[in-house]
């Protein structure tokens, strides 16, 4: 039977390296009866390997709902989601003439589970029926402690917080309590699409194959990881630690700059280099923190490990590295952010200095322009 392999995250699993890794083998997957098609549409920061996003549409913007406040989708784009929404459909109908195999990626999925309703929960089974295909969710689980410190270092990182990790943990824990609720959302999904298709890995290295998760997914939409498949070129989406991520959120707190100005310069940490603290591994939680987290989600991922994984193992591993943790007052903060503002400064001094040699062209030639005859007349005298 045609099958769809919906890959939906979670967030911070090495989504971006999956995809990366699948766009850039796509006529090798092709020749095998995969394919990862790429959207004949984009949208707005969003690359174009993540090909499910359209599936973010919500169901209120295909039946004219009012849309939840904290929906991703704005009520003025509905009747665009809407165009993407079949358009997407309609190229996953193609992608099944040629495959027996789709493959979609979109780590947002896993949190747009909680904006209720969603069109992929509620949609996307009957269009299955419809077009007669089964789905597949392969979805990757990070140990808590580490699950939500990397969310919020990606949020900083993408200048979308100025929140410290405490404040962030207290607001989640308000706004989004089940983000971590590995349980409960993988029931919700187990409820839509059938428990025997739900497929569970765990993010952790030392479990995937040959210890790559590249390989490991392979693997888990049954393809052969022997095959000649190309790695991407470089990391992808790398974290920010240490010094580089606390000037980024103190950047991010200044109600001067606009988000774009932030982003500009989040370009410039890469001046901090790796002999400082800010490439070395630290914890913004502390043993006894991070122990706390686990504790609570202890049970429910037991049941996890015992419904989906099936290998007699808990579903992560309960060893809590001692990592020195980042203290503000630390002795590389002073000579990073003096090496980060002289980045900055010397960028703007060298763009500048082009700008006055552009004006000084310009004015020349607006002078040559506005006094054409005092412009022969030079030439002539000086040969």
């Not at 896993?110 to 269009?127: G, T, V």
């Not at 590995?182 to 839509?192: I, P």
């Not at 002999?275 to 630290?282: H, L, V, W």
């Not at 980042?326 to 000579?335: D, V, Y």
Request: hydrophobic share 35%; with cysteine.
């Amino acid at each position: 039977m045609k099958t769809l392999y919906l890959h939906i995250g979670t967030p911070k699993t090495g989504t971006s390296s999956i995809q990366a890794f699948l766009r850039k083998n796509r006529k090798l997957l092709s020749r095998h009866g995969y394919s990862f098609p790429l959207m004949p549409f984009t949208y707005p920061g969003v690359p174009i390997q993540r090909n499910g996003h359209f599936l973010m549409v919500i169901s209120s913007s295909l039946e004219n709902r009012n849309t939840p406040s904290d929906s991703p989708t704005p009520p003025k784009t509905n009747a665009l989601w809407k165009e993407h929404y079949t358009e997407g459909l309609a190229t996953l109908h193609h992608e099944f003439e040629s495959c027996d195999n789709v493959i979609l990626s979109e780590e947002r999925l896993w949190n747009a589970i909680y904006y209720d309703p969603m069109s992929f929960l509620e949609f996307l089974p009957k269009d299955a029926a419809e077009n007669s295909y089964c789905i597949k969710i392969v979805v990757y689980l990070r140990r808590q402690d580490l699950f939500l410190t990397s969310l919020w270092n990606q949020r900083v990182k993408a200048t979308k917080s100025g929140e410290t990790l405490p404040e962030y943990l207290d607001n989640l824990a308000i706004q989004k309590p089940l983000y971590a609720d590995y349980e409960k959302t993988l029931q919700t999904l187990s409820d839509t699409f059938g428990k025997e298709n739900i497929i569970v890995r765990r993010f952790e290295p030392a479990s995937w194959v040959e210890h790559s998760i590249t390989k490991d997914f392979l693997d888990a939409i049954g393809m052969d990881y022997h095959l000649s498949f190309q790695p991407p070129a470089h990391t992808v989406n790398p974290s920010l630690n240490g010094n580089a991520l606390e000037i980024q959120r103190l950047i991010n707190r200044s109600d001067l700059l606009s988000n774009s100005e932030k982003l500009n310069l989040s370009a410039y940490l890469k001046a901090i280099p790796e002999s400082t603290q800010t490439d070395r591994a630290f914890q913004h939680l502390s043993v006894e923190e991070s122990a706390a987290l686990l504790a609570h989600y202890k049970d429910g991922n037991n049941r996890v490990a015992e419904s989906y994984l099936h290998d007699g193992f808990p579903l992560f591993s309960d060893e809590i590295k001692e990592t020195p943790m980042w203290q503000e007052e630390n002795q590389e903060m002073l000579a990073d952010t003096m090496r980060y503002f002289l980045t900055v400064t010397h960028d703007l001094y060298i763009k500048n200095q082009e700008l006055t040699k552009e004006n000084k062209k310009l004015n020349a030639f607006r002078e040559k322009v506005k006094h054409p005859a005092r412009t022969v007349k030079n030439k002539i005298f000086k040969k």
